[in-house]
């Protein structure tokens, strides 16, 4: 069983708009609206460059190192100390360890900061129930693509066809629809409903705690 992890299995999404409110502030750029904050959840530091206005692009080396340093110092007490893992996340891990499904983690964050992200699932001792994480320079193609996933089954040695994906964007729904998962859709990240149901998901769901019900 995959998952996403920002929305999905931790808490994570208000987190990011108050880390790059802070982090255009310090350097001097204009606020980024909802979308754009999304789009660098989902892209990484390729989405930088939205953030930058057009009259300021003359600067966009010197400004997007600023931006990565600021918000490394930024980030490193924002997700150890205030992101937490989504109610039911624990209970759901054991009862898929219990039936011996393999758990892997498809993700857009960066390798340097993946064990900053993962740090609530260490806290709460559930670290150790990934066989796999996969992070954005993990596959050639990023997600909507299915490179990701598709690398994620081959560490896991499983069939993506006899997998679930869960995700809270759009871009997981695409991602395991195109890789031939059963896709399941939660409402606790980036997207509502309506925008998820356009890309038909198997299901949608509040959060990750109402699957526990279909291992039990």
């Excluded at 896991?156 to 006899?162: A, C, F, R, S, T």
């Excluded at 679930?164 to 195109?178: C, K, Q, R």
Aim: overall charge negative.
């Amino acid at each position: 069983m995959l998952f996403d992890l920002d929305g999905t299995l931790i808490d994570s999404v208000p987190v990011y708009f108050r880390l790059m409110e802070t982090i255009l502030m310090t350097i001097g750029l204009p606020p980024a609206t909802k979308p754009v904050v999304a789009e660098f959840m989902v892209k990484g530091m390729s989405a930088v460059e939205g953030l930058i206005p057009a009259e300021m692009m003359d600067r966009k080396e010197e400004i997007t190192l600023e931006f990565m340093a600021v918000g490394k110092k930024i980030a490193r007490n924002m997700f150890h100390d205030e992101v937490e893992v989504f109610q039911g996340v624990p209970e759901l891990f054991s009862l898929l360890m219990e039936r011996r499904i393999p758990i892997g983690v498809v993700t857009s964050t960066e390798t340097e900061y993946m064990e900053r992200k993962l740090a609530p699932l260490v806290r709460k001792g559930i670290r150790q129930c990934l066989s796999a994480v996969v992070g954005i320079e993990d596959a050639l193609r990023r997600k909507p693509a299915p490179d990701p996933l598709f690398e994620c089954c081959r560490r896991l040695g499983v069939d993506p066809e006899k997998c679930i994906y869960v995700g809270d964007s759009h871009v997981d729904i695409v991602a395991g629809n195109a890789a031939g998962m059963l896709t399941v859709g939660v409402l606790s990240g980036l997207d509502d409903l309506k925008r998820l149901k356009k890309e038909r998901p198997a299901m949608i769901l509040d959060s990750v705690n109402e699957l526990n019900r279909f291992f039990q």
